[in-house]
């Protein structure tokens, strides 16, 4: 028993640790404040442009969700990082990490908000156009607000997701909470740190997950 | 411009959607302070006609002139030519995520570029008009069928409108809210509001119209003051029309 304790929950190590995992955190909580908002507005004029209805347009859309809903993040990461140097392109590890991830991320996010888009009635669209409002007009006050609502719990969930796929980014060194936890693991020979970031994680997220469900009870007694 | 020239004058209308032709050549014209009434079985066209007026739908062929301006022309402008059009709908098309007031204000605020004061006072007067001066902050699943219509028709009427196009507007409605949104209606035709209303409402066509026409796949067969039309109608067609729906 006391070998475990010492093994996965030791108070040393964790004090000796404790402000690596907090630059971790840090780290962590910057990619998500710039993925987060960066894939939604992206994924926001992705399903706009689908809505124009505009043949070519949509076929763009279509070919831009599709592919990088299949292209797994860490392939994509990894040739960003690491192949976009080969052509000349000198891209800050930072900057690396957030473009592969709302890349991938807004695809989802695209998707997510088409749906939502071709869930509002056309009669929305005609009551708002016949009062002389424009196309972007009735997106933007009379469209997009019922629709981000109807799938409040799709943005959520993918949102999680977002942070999650940020520990990807240990694998190009970026110093997030997993590579700074395992840092920290390698120092000390002592997995404690590792626990404490899962731990952190924990927290992180579980507000985010509490928060869905809630959501997905609402919209279920709101039918 | 003229007194007596139209403010909807249709010529020659003609509507397909793929093979199927709705609209056969309409003509009608509407003149100032007119109240005309569409009647004519399901699919005739009469919904179709009147989107086609505000380019909800768009004409296959033919000409529609709105208050003097040409609505089928490229180069006219639609969305300040749609400001001058009311249009009230079957299932009111109420904003559920703003208050009563927000949407009415939302066209005077974004389209009119009203500053908010001003497009609340307006659209609080407009609310006024259809009476639910108390009902500014309620938003529309607090509000009854027949109130939802009224916010919708202050909704159209706040800007200012040349005509107003009705489709169908109590068809929705339980009985017993009908009354309140006609009401509202013989309002607006009294301060001189010209109007285009579809509707099986026969009692208030016969009191309140001042031409009935009388449409059936896709024509206008007839057309007459509301005593000819439903006591002395021309065509058997009309007739047994009018027949199937008194007889309810
Ligand atoms: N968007 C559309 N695409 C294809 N056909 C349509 C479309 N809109 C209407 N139609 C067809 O056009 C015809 C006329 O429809 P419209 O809605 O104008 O009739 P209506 O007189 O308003 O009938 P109702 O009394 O049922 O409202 C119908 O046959 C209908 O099926
Ligand atoms: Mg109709």
Redesign the pocket.
């Known amino acids: 028993m006391d070998l475990i304790v010492e093994t996965f929950f030791n108070l040393d190590v964790l004090r000796e640790m404790y402000p690596f995992l907090l630059d971790g955190l840090w780290m962590t909580l910057q990619l998500c404040i710039v993925i987060v908002p960066c894939g939604i507005v992206a994924g926001l004029c992705v399903a706009i442009l689908f809505s124009f209805r505009f043949r070519p347009l949509s076929w763009l859309v279509i070919v831009y969700v599709d592919f990088f809903r299949s292209f797994p993040p860490l392939v994509l990461l990894i040739f960003i990082y690491y192949g976009l140097p080969f052509v000349g392109v000198d891209i800050p590890d930072f900057a690396a990490v957030v473009l592969a991830l709302t890349l991938n991320t807004s695809s989802y996010y695209g998707e997510i908000f088409r749906a939502g888009i071709e869930s509002i009635p056309r009669g929305q669209w005609e009551a708002a156009r016949s009062t002389g409002l424009g196309f972007l007009q009735t997106m933007r006050y009379v469209i997009v607000p019922q629709a981000a609502r109807n799938v409040a719990p799709d943005l959520t969930s993918n949102t999680l997701e977002v942070i999650k796929v940020t520990s990807l980014a240990s694998v190009v060194a970026m110093p997030e909470l997993l590579r700074l936890a395992r840092v920290a693991q390698g120092l000390t020979y002592n997995p404690t740190p590792l626990i404490a970031a899962a731990a952190i994680y924990f927290v992180l997220l579980w507000p985010l997950v509490r928060l869905l469900s809630r959501m997905e009870r609402r919209m279920i007694a709101g039918r | 411009m003229d007194k007596k020239s139209p403010i909807l004058d249709v010529q020659g209308l003609r ?1 397909s ?2 093979g ?1 032709e ?2 056969k050549g309409i003509d009608l014209a509407v003149h100032p302070q007119e109240l005309v009434f569409i009647i ?12 086609c007026c505000n380019r909800l ?1 768009e004409a296959t062929s033919g000409s529609i002139w709105v208050d003097g301006v040409d609505v089928l022309s490229r180069s006219t402008d639609i969305n300040r030519l749609r400001q001058r059009i009311g249009m009230v709908f ?1 299932s009111f098309n109420l904003y559920p995520h703003m208050t009563a007031l927000g949407n009415v204000t939302l066209a005077l605020r974004k389209v009119l570029k009203l500053k908010r004061d001003e497009a609340d006072r307006r659209g609080r007067a407009a609310l006024d008009d259809v009476g639910l001066r108390d009902k500014v902050d309620a938003y529309p699943y607090q509000l009854s069928g027949g109130q939802q219509q009224r916010v919708a028709i202050a909704r159209a009427l706040a800007l200012e409108p040349k005509i107003m196009l009705f ?2 507007p109590t ?1 929705a409605l339980d009985p017993e809210l009908v009354g309140g949104v006609l009401n509202v209606m013989r309002a607006m035709r009294k301060s001189g509001m010209t109007m285009v209303v ?1 509707s ?1 409402e026969m009692r208030f066509a016969r009191e309140a119209a001042d031409r009935v026409i009388f ?1 059936d796949q ?1 024509e206008i067969v007839e057309e007459g003051r509301p005593a000819e039309i439903f006591g002395n109608a021309k065509h058997q067609r009309t007739r047994t029309f009018l027949q199937n729906v008194l007889a309810g």
């Open positions: 509507k959607f793929g199927l709705v609209l004519g079985p399901s699919g005739s066209g009469k919904s179709t006609l009147l989107r739908e079957q489709d169908e068809s579809v099986h449409m896709g």
